[in-house]
């Protein structure tokens, strides 16, 4: 069970989906535990099998979302999570939500990266996260892909490619943070100019509520139609309260009504303007989000 916070950490880079990664890596401890006593011991490293294991299942999984994502209602996005200190009055069912279920946070994890690595093909991502992300040598991915190192190697190659073509220069976290603040006074306020102004001028707005919670189904493009968005959001919502928070270890904001989140925010800022938004209020993917 050591290796409990290790498979959380690989599975949810793996599937953007925490809920996902949960059931992956009980999955894959199901399996360990349906072997005779005899077959767990003659395997040299434990943690060895079960990273395989739940790769392998992730896979899976990814191949197949696919399908699934064709009958989402609405843009798909990778589900956000909290700082992991702010896990620790997130219940589930009434319980506490483990330690070792906390997903430590870095910049795989940032919602820009997670965007990218899901516009991905399977092998690709898995190839890309175990060696540039977990250091695992292209033997063992190999035989966790059924393909040959070389063939690995070719993957992780070009996903690399994937992800450096989508990063800009890196803004300080101070100046997002600041960003990000003055994007939420501006909302509050009402302030159509100042969120132009804060916008880049082909910014776009994707929003998830997987057909569960009310947003807009398309992306919505330009800086003008975005504010447009968040002044109909503020006219038609006063009673909101808008938290500036961490989201993905980025600034973000939460949003709540009556104590309770009903939407998480993310951003990617370039150059001093929001140029990415991801909005999240499908309450299947909050779950991390809520206190008891």
Known sequence: MSERRQ???????????????????????AR??????????????????????????????????RARRERYVGEWIPEPLPEPTEWAAVRTG???????????????VNMAFLVVLDAMTPA?????????????????????????????????????RRIRASRAAVTPTAQQAGIVRDFKLAWQAKDIDALVGLLDPDATLIADGGGLARTVLEPV????????????????RPGV?????TVNGQPG?????????????AFHI????????????????LRPWRTA
């Open 7 to 29: 498979l959380i950490n690989l599975t949810y880079r793996l599937l953007g989906s925490l809920a996902d990664a949960e059931d992956a890596v009980q999955e894959t401890y």
């Open 32 to 65: 360990w535990y349906a072997m005779p006593r005899q077959q767990q011991d003659a395997i040299h490293s434990p943690g060895a099998w079960l990273t395989t294991v739940a790769s392998r299942i992730c896979l899976d999984l990814l191949g197949s979302a």
């Open 94 to 108: 009434g319980a506490a939500v483990d330690p070792a279920d906390r997903v430590t946070l870095d910049e795989s």
């Open 124 to 160: 690709e991502r898995v190839a890309f996260i175990l060696h540039d992300v977990f250091r695992y040598p292209f033997t063992e991915i190999a035989e966790i892909t059924g393909r040959t190192p070389a063939a690995c190697r070719q993957l992780a190659s070009s996903a690399r």
């Open 221 to 236: 493009q330009g800086s003008l139609e975005i504010a447009r968005v968040y002044l109909n959001i503020a006219q038609s």
């Open 241 to 245: 309260t808008i938290l500036e928070t």
């Open 253 to 265: 904001l939460v949003i709540q009504e009556d104590g309770v989140t009903d939407g998480v925010t």
């Open 270 to 285: 370039v150059d001093g303007r929001i140029k990415h938004i991801w909005s999240v209020r499908n309450p299947e993917k």
